[in-house]
């Protein structure tokens, strides 16, 4: 069965990999790209999400020209909010430049379709909808989540959340029960040891600590059993919110999976230089490698949520214990502290009984404690460029 997945994020240079990952993988079919502030502002967000699915289409075309198989994608492209719930706002321009792209559309490294505020409205008439690269929706980026776990089979659908969870917590503020029948939440946050933008805090959480720690508490009452997903059905079929199945992949378990510059360079680089998809990742992914170097004496770059992407291929694929260890956590997330704002804190004292029960308030998160990163190198080579490393 192919897996349906909705893709909340902020492209951003680590989503567009995590999406273009994504696109490639005949495992899943992304059925909506939801789009949140994060990495730049929203608008920014917005042009490299209609560009990334031009640049799709564009390749698309390429290929079946080459007589290779390709998906055409027609994918739901959502806006969100702007802002979080009710915190200070935070960006990563830094690394991701002003545009979260590394700049490359003021370097004429790469353009945008002229038109691309356009094609995100959803004017058929205007714009030309049977031609464009993505579906576009009136509904913003919570209500098109809802949308697509309504209308799909009770826990059949995965949300990959890559950005701040502030569309996650507005959908789940606004039907908890429907939000509820997602099949899994794989989120890319918080960490165990120290925070990348500040010193306890990780970028994601930082950005939306109250939506984060929303979205958390879904997972009050989850039995990772057949009973326990039996029970859920149960509670779904009854008009009843269910609890729901969270699994963090934290940024510390998350750093093994990095792409070294000298492998990208020589083994990428020399490829099909023309294609689309290879002019548009060398436009960004080039910027992303001077940028870790200048900035922390890099030889690599950490691509945590194309790492969440691999994760959740390999949850679908049965390589999950081979190539992951985890740990069940009551995880919550600091939205108070003067200095540990977007902290993700863990209770490590043992609250599980013996017959595997939890106390009914603790958060039950599947958290990532350590992982592969060979399987990452080797997974992102292969599906993105058909390069084995
Ligand atoms: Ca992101």
């Not at 826990?155 to 969870?165: C, D, E, H, Q, T």
């Amino acid at each position: 069965m192919v897996q349906p997945l909705i893709i909340d994020c902020d492209p951003g240079i680590d989503d567009v990999l995590a999406l273009i990952l994504a696109f490639k993988s005949p495992e899943v079919d992304v059925r909506a790209v939801t789009l949140t502030h994060g990495n730049t502002t929203l608008k920014h967000v917005k042009r490299n999400a209609v560009t990334l699915m031009d640049v799709m289409a564009a390749q698309h075309i390429e290929d079946e020209k080459n007589g290779m198989k390709s998906q055409k994608q027609s994918t739901v492209l959502a806006v969100g909010r702007a802002t979080p719930l009710n915190s200070d706002q935070v960006f990563a321009t830094e690394f991701h430049g002003h545009d979260g792209l590394g700049n490359i559309y003021e370097q004429g490294l790469h353009t945008a379709p002229t038109d691309w505020e356009n094609q995100l409205l959803h004017d058929a008439e205007k714009v030309g909808e049977q031609n464009k690269p993505f579906q576009s929706t009136s509904r913003d980026a919570a209500d098109e989540i809802l949308h697509q776990l309504r209308v799909a089979d009770p826990l059949s659908v995965s949300i990959l959340a890559i950005g701040p969870l502030t569309n996650l917590a507005l959908a789940m503020q606004r039907d908890v029960q429907t939000f509820s029948r997602a099949k899994d939440i794989i989120i890319l946050g918080g960490s165990l040891t120290a925070g990348n933008i500040t010193p306890y805090g990780e970028f994601n959480f930082v950005a939306d600590p109250v939506a984060a720690d929303l979205v958390m508490t879904a997972s009050k009452g989850f039995v990772n059993t057949e009973q326990g997903a039996k029970s859920r059905f149960d509670l779904l079929s009854q008009g009843k919110s269910a609890p729901m199945h969270i699994v963090v992949l934290p940024i510390d378990s998350a750093e093994c999976g990095a792409i070294p510059a000298s492998v990208y360079r020589k083994q990428i680089l020399p490829l099909r230089g023309s294609a689309p998809l290879y002019t548009f990742i060398n436009s960004f992914l080039l910027h992303a490698f001077k940028a870790m170097e200048e900035l922390f004496k890099f030889d690599y770059m950490a691509t945590y949520d194309a790492f969440a992407m691999i994760l959740l291929l390999d949850m679908l694929n049965g390589t999950l214990e081979k190539n992951w260890c985890w740990k069940w956590h009551d995880m919550r997330v600091e939205t108070a502290g003067k200095y540990t704002m977007g902290m993700s804190c863990i209770d490590t004292r043992d609250w599980e009984s013996p017959d595997g029960s939890w106390n009914d308030q603790s958060n039950v998160v599947q958290v990532i404690t350590k992982a592969s990163g060979d399987n990452f190198i080797q997974s992102f080579m292969k599906r993105i460029f058909n390069v084995d490393v």
